[in-house]
């Protein structure tokens, strides 16, 4: 998607982004003033000390965080202006998101976990040859009807990546998805990852501790103490 010069869209735009929660010992500045501007199916990487507000960032960009001012808009909509509902039907038809937690539901099978946002995004006619197909896509077409239990951790995060793109979002958001994992694990997560977007063309906005991976992306966004400190164009992007 372009728009009328001919540079691609704007997948993601905050701009003075602020949000503040109050506690018993006062109001906590979360975020304090972010501006980012992401291109449609540009990959960024998000990185920063703990604390520095990356996880929230994403939260807001997902619309399950409110801002307390600022301008949000994911996919083309105004997060702002949206009640939970909208919210709601905003994500389950353009956002996917993949954890560091899996996520899986454990009375259910690998087939029916990916299944699910098909069926919320009313393709139920084809939720289930589409789950198995994008499970056979990171290479799980033979643990169909297995139970996360049943499931490594690898395997129950290949389960969430196959999940997260299955209704064929327009954004993912990725937070620290190898983070349970073991480094030659990890790296195979994030191989599938990154040849998923790429199939896909889909815009990816990956927070890591990791900076290798965040090197894997087209650009890489540093925050601390709430704010974008750096923003530079990544060494393999």
Known sequence: MTDITGAPASAIVLKNLELTLTSGAGAVNILRGIDLDVPAGQAVGVVGPSGG????MMMVVAGL??????IVQTAG?????????ALALFRRDNVGIVFQDFH????MTALENVAIPLEFADRRN???????????AVGLGHRLIHYPGQLSG???????????????????????PTGNLDGETGKTIMDLLFDLHDRAATTLLLISHDPALAERCDRVVTLADGKVIDDR?????
């Open 77 to 85: 909509a105004d997060l702002t202006q949206l009640d939970e509902d």
């Open 53 to 56: 507000g990356k996880s929230t």
């Open 154 to 176: 690898g395997e129950q995060q290949r389960v969430a990546l196959a999940r997260a793109f299955a209704a064929e979002p327009k954004i993912l958001l990725a937070d620290e």
């Open 126 to 136: 084809h939720a289930f040859e589409r789950a198995e197909a994008q499970l056979e």
């Open 233 to 237: 164009r990544a060494a393999g992007g």
């Open 65 to 70: 965080e409110r801002a307390s001012s600022g």
């Open 104 to 107: 899986l539901i454990p009375t």
